[in-house]
């Protein structure tokens, strides 16, 4: 804020200090007062205009704010397809995380309310064979010839 400020009074010297240069040409005596007269109109003047596109931009921001969030509510709803308590029908419905969900079926017209949960699982890691596959089989056929047999 202060930093806009030093930048606004030294882009305001500036200005006047060219009007100011421009009237010393003519004549020397007035550049004094043509710049203090350009310094106080362009403060007097352009602060109001400021102020308007300041509010303008703020405005503006805040739709802008306001259209990105109703997209991301979009955006982040999930399509789950939901059976219908009372008949049993699939219904194809949006879910929302951060409100209470309810569709209407489109088979009976009831309303249902729909009830989101979450739970966690330990995360578990495959096991790993010891033995090679090809030393098991090897293994299963030993088994197999030393199983008497019937037959004989
Ligand atoms: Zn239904």
């Given at each position: ?119 966690t699982t330990r995360t578990s890691t495959p096991f790993t064979m010891e033995v090679a596959p090809e030393q ?17």
């Amino acid at each position: 804020m202060i930093v806009l400020a030093l930048v606004g009074l030294i882009a305001t010297s500036l200005i006047s200090g060219l009007f100011a240069l421009g009237t010393h040409f003519i004549n020397p005596d007035l550049s004094a007062g043509v710049f203090w007269i350009m310094f106080g109109l362009i403060i007097v003047v352009m602060e109001p205009i400021n102020r308007i596109l300041r509010a303008r931009t703020l405005k503006q921001e805040a739709e802008t704010f306001k259209q990105a969030s109703k997209l991301c509510e979009v955006a982040s709803a999930q399509q789950i397809a939901l059976e219908c308590e009372y008949c049993g029908e699939v219904n194809p419905s949006k879910i929302l995380l951060n409100t209470a969900n309810a569709f209407n079926c489109k088979k009976c017209g009831n309303e249902n309310n729909v009830h989101v949960a979450f739970s966690t699982t330990r995360t578990s890691t495959p096991f790993t064979m010891e033995v090679a596959p090809e030393q098991s089989v090897v293994d299963e056929l030993k088994d197999l010839e030393a199983v008497p047999h019937d037959e004989q």
